[in-house]
């Protein structure tokens, strides 16, 4: 993956989590409680692009924040 579009992906990813009032660590324990064994860490590094979001990751960020699969990707 480019990772130029990994580093704008995390960046929105972090905007929307933001926008929502939530925190790293409260963001990566909702995924944990979802069955997404994410660590604050690990959420850390995808908001500046140094991990690889994995599918089942984007759904469930767009069931948490409650937002569309368009909010979260970014051309």
Known sequence: M???????????????????????????????????????SALAKMEVGQRHIYPDEIKLFRDILEITFDEIFVD
Do not use: V, W
Request: with cysteine; net charge neutral; glycine share 8%.
């Open 2 to 40: 480019n990772i130029e579009y990994e580093k704008r992906l995390g960046q929105n990813l972090r905007s929307l989590r933001e926008a929502h009032g939530l925190t790293q660590e409260s963001l990566s324990t909702q995924l944990q409680l979802h069955g997404c064994d994410i660590t604050r």
